[in-house]
């Protein structure tokens, strides 16, 4: 696949190839999302190609399973085919369309969001090389419903502006234009009352501000002549379950952009279920979701900024979707405590001091998540093997020698024959960038590292390919090989023996 030329942000790279079979199978295949309308193809025969070789309907679940290799293989490869065929040939005409509508500046973390004519909202990332980080149509938290074009867009456009920021006083007067235009005529059908819902729901949060309460008036007096019926398809189709079970799959993910996504999904979930559904619907739903977002990842830490926004801006503290941003709050203050150095941070509670302890490499556990699985098979599984025969021994005694520390363990292993173009790398808590040490994996020795007293483990990275690998560090060979699509890179954490 080739990139594509932002005027101002310059190239930007499709999606990696490590992230395309999660990003095909959840939105690309998403029946609701509609992208038959952007690329006209046939996306039902490839989706249902996929499932066939999955062994599960796309309907039945958003996120792939686990799979054995040669099945997951064969799935990674239709996914993969998939998205250069049809997906990314959508999401980048319709990124590089004159009209689309990019942030101006980017956030904290170095990203970009657009919003496109036909209502794709996508996520860049710029850090040395621009890449999609994610493209998706938003839609509505209701299932079972079908959305028009029209109703798309304009769900996508309030979307867009809860996810780039708004003050306050932009938010009062979009609240206040929603409620206008969804109180124009009574609802009918479950679709329509939604708008009206949702206007009113915010509407509540916001009467505080004049222009609100004015239009909220209007509003409510259409919303007490909707048919009861009306509300009870609304209120069946609200998505409580889906919602958590995206939330629980979202925290999974090496990047963030998929828990922003369903806590803005939550939101207007709960939003809308304020006015149509019951509190004590709505208090379980919390319940649930506090004991997942409990465990948001300490490299989150910028939700806080997000979370305490959103509360602020909806202001009553009784009301649940404040709940639900208090709740990102509290456990994104705890991701930022851990992140400070132990001096300058108050002293940790049990769990802080639990997860506090998450090994040095689960930054390049996420790195390496993005990257491709192309390289030859002969090279795939020349890593594997390779990877299979390191392991954890006690030092062996040397005479005459001062000896290894007490408690020491030797990380030991050779590559396995026929050798590609690699370089190895070991990742501790003393090393946390990266120690190169490939120099030490030789066929004539089998001493890669010293695991000390006192250290937990060690993460073992090796990056292969039928061609040279450049020089340089953990970081410079992993952005390389996430340019390439003939490496294979694998990793394997070492502890010793309890």
Not at 124 to 136: I, L, P, R
Not at 195 to 216: D, F, K, Q
Not at 288 to 297: C, K, M, Q, R
Not at 448 to 466: K, M
């Amino acid at each position: 696949m080739s990139s594509w030329k932002h005027p101002t942000i310059g190239p930007i790279e499709p999606l990696p190839r490590g992230m395309r079979p999660a990003k095909v199978w959840k939105h690309f295949y998403d029946r609701s999302q509609h992208w038959e309308r952007l690329c006209g193809r046939d996306i039902a025969s490839m989706r249902h190609e996929t499932e066939t070789v999955v062994g599960i309907q796309r309907d039945d679940r958003e996120t792939l399973p686990p799979m054995n290799r040669e099945r997951r293989d064969r799935a990674h490869d239709l996914l993969g085919r998939h998205h250069d065929a049809a997906y990314a040939p959508a999401y980048q005409a319709e990124m590089s369309s004159p009209d689309a509508l990019w942030t101006p500046t980017q956030d904290a973390q170095h990203r970009h969001r657009v919003l496109t004519p036909n209502a794709v909202f996508a996520v860049v990332q710029v850090d040395g090389w621009n890449w999609v980080v994610t493209a998706f149509r938003p839609l509505p938290p209701i299932r079972g419903l079908d959305w028009d074009e029209v109703n798309i867009r304009r769900y996508a456009a309030g979307y867009f502006q809860r996810e780039t920021g708004m003050h306050v006083d932009n938010l009062a007067r979009t609240t206040a234009e929603n409620l206008q235009r969804a109180s124009t005529m009574v609802p009918l059908s479950a679709q329509e009352l939604w708008w009206l819902a949702s206007a009113v729901g915010y509407g509540r949060l916001l009467a505080h501000h004049s222009e609100v309460a004015n239009a909220l008036a209007a509003a409510e007096t259409v919303l007490g002549e909707v048919l009861n019926e009306v509300v009870a398809d609304l209120t069946r189709a609200l998505n409580w379950d889906g919602c958590l079970r995206r939330l629980a799959g979202a925290l999974k993910d090496s990047r963030s952009e998929e828990t922003e996504a369903v806590l803005a999904y939550a939101e207007e979930l709960l939003v809308a279920a304020s006015v149509v559904a019951t509190e004590t619907r709505a208090d379980a739903f919390c319940a649930e979701a506090e004991a997942l977002i409990a465990w948001l990842p300490a490299e989150w830490s910028h939700l806080l900024d997000r979370a305490a926004s959103r509360r602020e801006a909806l202001g009553s503290p009784d009301h649940p979707v404040c709940r639900l941003w208090s709740a990102v709050e509290d456990a994104a203050t705890g991701a930022a405590m851990r992140e400070l150095p132990p001096a300058t941070r108050p002293v940790a509670r049990l769990a802080d001091a639990v997860l506090a302890a998450r090994p040095p490499w689960r930054r390049w556990d996420a790195r390496v998540a993005l990257l491709a699985l192309g390289a030859s098979a002969a090279v795939a599984e020349w890593v594997r093997r390779s990877l299979d025969g390191i392991h954890v021994a006690r030092p062996v005694p040397v005479m005459g020698a001062a000896g290894t520390p007490p408690g020491s363990w030797d990380v030991l292993g050779r590559p396995a024959p026929e050798a590609p173009c690699f370089k190895m790398f070991v990742v501790d808590e003393a090393n946390p960038e990266g120690h190169d040490v490939t120099e030490h994996f030789d066929p004539a020795g089998d001493k890669l590292w010293l695991i000390e007293p006192g250290d937990e483990a060690a993460l073992i990275v090796l990056v292969a390919s039928s061609a040279p690998i450049g020089d340089g560090d953990l970081e410079s060979v992993l952005t390389e090989a996430g340019r390439r699509d003939d490496v294979f890179v694998g990793t394997k954490e070492l502890s010793p023996p309890r």
